[in-house]
């Protein structure tokens, strides 16, 4: 395929995606009481073989022939890394410090129970066949199991957090600041089983140490050299082309950073944007990328994942029982050591339910390392398959559960008032989906 042909049906991809995200984000909102972003991770799906595939199969080959693939997944990973950036310009730092212990303890649980659990289910998983690729030890498949069950869905728990107004919260903040720490944690695991597969001990320790230099640097001296910028922006009363084209390149480096690492782009992005000054800075360019990002690129990733997911390879009985066992036991693992640490570092329960119920989604992170495992031969289709079915299924829970153990709480104490209108401080691309 051309150029010119790629870019003809690259357009009309666009459209087909910005509109099924639209759709199916307003029916699991409205019909559902789901994020926005469950119904386009739902969208994704059904624009892969899984139903258009399977309804019209020449249709779909020729919407998303192969060779568009790599486009697709070049601006899908620029859209999830500039939306975790956005993510981080709504962290708050001071409650972070102030719930860093509680923030630990519910990481490193939620860490350790899935990697228990993946020791008891990977022996079962590496003997059916089709699901590891051929060769895999047993170790290093332990390892990528692990990293699947505890992923933390951080866009997902952003995502909810703000629609209802707790991103400054305690509880808004301490599961943010788990979530950061879990998926870290999780990518550093994910680094090794990469390393230990063929690219070298070095490249473990280059992400590691490369990860932790690059925040302790955006800690201590990355929000100095941005400063001016906040300065510049408040003198001046508004968002310049200058400033703006600053930002946009200190992302592209940032991501850029993180990829060279062995990391991923949603990490530079979001340690970037924590360290933005905060002010007339941050809500203008949140005003201003967040539409964008959320309405067009966020869905192109979703999309791209579908491509990769056949559900009908899940039907099968044994296969079908193995996606069983996968999503009971990652949903216990992860939501409830979560829980078992909130209650232990000192939560009421209706706060530790809430952290576990937000915890346990997998969401679109669970997407990203799952296609890194597609794509380096360490699992194979029917095992990626039932990884989304995981994820989407703990992402589906993750909003009611979260309303019923918090949000009847809420009420009790007579806190619904604050929870409502929370909607009205939530960023931008809220008040976008609201008028969709």
């Known amino acids: 395929m051309s150029p010119s042909e790629l870019s003809v049906i690259f357009f009309l991809q666009m459209a087909v995606l910005i509109a099924a995200a639209r759709a199916v984000g307003w029916c699991a909102r409205r019909f559902l009481g789901q994020p926005q972003v469950v119904g386009e991770m739902i969208a994704g799906v059904l624009l892969g073989p899984s139903l258009f595939g399977a309804l019209a199969p020449s249709a779909q080959a020729w919407l998303f022939p192969a060779e568009s693939r790599g486009v697709l997944f070049v601006v899908a990973q620029w859209g999830v890394g500039l939306y975790m950036f956005l993510v981080g310009l709504g962290f708050d730092v001071r409650h972070f410090r102030a719930n860093l212990p509680s923030a630990a303890a519910v990481s490193l649980s939620g860490i350790a129970a899935p990697f228990l659990v993946a020791v008891l289910l990977t022996p079962w998983l590496l003997a059916t066949p089709g699901l590891f690729v051929a060769g895999v030890p047993l170790p290093q498949a332990t390892l990528f199991t692990g990293a699947c069950i ?9 995502r909810i957090i703000h629609e209802r107004g707790l991103g400054h919260s305690p509880l808004g903040t301490l599961a943010l600041s788990a979530g950061a720490m879990d998926d870290a944690g999780a990518w550093t695991v994910l680094a090794i089983v990469l390393a230990s597969l063929g690219a070298g001990i070095g490249l473990a320790i280059k992400t590691i140490v490369g990860g932790l230099l690059f925040v302790l640097f955006m ?30 390149g200190a ?8 990829d060279a690492l062995g990391l991923h782009a949603v990490f530079g992005g979001f340690v970037l944007g924590t360290a933005m000054p905060r002010g007339r800075l941050v809500t203008e360019l949140t005003r201003l990328l967040e539409p964008l990002t959320v309405v067009a690129l966020l869905p192109v990733f979703f999309c791209y994942s579908g491509l990769n997911t056949s559900l009908s390879l899940v039907v099968d ?33 209706a706060t530790a339910l809430g952290i576990g119920a937000l915890m346990n989604a997998r969401g679109l992170m669970e997407l990203i390392i799952i296609n890194i495992g597609l794509q380096r031969g360490i699992i194979q289709t029917p095992l990626f398959s039932m990884l989304v079915l995981m994820a989407v299924a703990t992402t589906l829970m993750a909003s009611p559960l979260f309303e019923w153990a918090y949000g009847r709480e809420a009420r009790a104490r007579g806190e619904l008032g604050a929870l409502s209108s929370g909607a009205q401080r939530a960023p931008q691309a809220d008040a976008v989906e609201d008028s969709a």
């Open 251 to 258: 992302f592209m480096l940032a991501a850029f950073a993180m």
């Open 317 to 349: 009985p044994t296969l079908l029982t193995i996606a069983l066992v996968i999503l009971a036991a990652s949903i216990l693992a992860k939501g409830g050591a979560c829980w078992a640490a909130a209650r232990l570092s000192g939560q009421d329960n």
């Open 219 to 248: 800690v201590t001296v990355g929000g100095r050299l941005l400063a001016p910028l906040g300065r510049r922006v408040e003198h001046v009363g508004a968002l310049e082309h200058g400033v703006l084209a600053v930002v946009l």
């Open 150 to 158: 505890a992923i933390t869905a951080f866009p997902m728990l952003a």
